[in-house]
């Protein structure tokens, strides 16, 4: 990446919300996995072991950083699905096959979708708590380039 491109990077990441940075590591999860996945298909062995363990690093962050005081269910239930992913991630690298990934990536878009629903959802209740209508230019997280 060229010099713009990084300082456009770490702007971005220095001025977003925790929200924000949590859609972005989705992105970045969902991003890796696919590679992964190329990897595998294209028989770049280096390169799958490369970008499963960027994978692991974000969904082990995921399950190291949840509050289980707010909602205990809700934190033991992602846990056990973090675990569950990690597991699989496993598989895949030592299995080398596609399947679990695909799997993993399946579930991890979803996850995705869900809490970037939720913020949406979240966000528009504190608009209307506080009178103020919608916005009409949403300058909230989008990412560069849709996952593969």
């Known amino acids: 990446m060229n010099g713009y491109v990084n300082q456009y990077l770490t702007n971005t990441v220095k001025s977003a919300s925790p929200e924000q940075l949590m859609l972005m590591l989705y992105d970045g999860a969902i991003k890796f996995v696919a590679l992964g996945i190329q990897a595998i298909e294209n028989g770049v062995i280096d390169k799958r072991a490369y970008y499963i363990n960027k994978t692991s690093a974000i969904i082990s962050e995921f399950a190291a950083t949840l509050d289980h005081s707010v909602n205990p269910k809700l934190a033991e239930d992602l846990d056990a699905l973090y675990r569950y992913m990690l597991k699989r991630l496993l598989d895949a690298s030592l299995a080398n096959d596609t399947a679990p990934l695909i799997e993993v990536k399946k579930m991890l878009s979803e996850l995705r979708a869900t809490w970037a629903q939720a913020i949406d959802?979240?966000?528009?209740?504190?608009?209307?708590?506080?009178?103020?209508?919608?916005?009409?230019?949403?300058?909230?997280?989008?990412?560069?380039?849709?996952?593969?």
């Not at 959802?121 to 380039?145: C, N």
């Open 121 to 148: 959802i979240k966000k528009q209740e504190i608009r209307e708590k506080a009178g103020v209508a919608p916005s009409t230019s949403d300058t909230d997280y989008k990412p560069l380039a849709v996952a593969m």
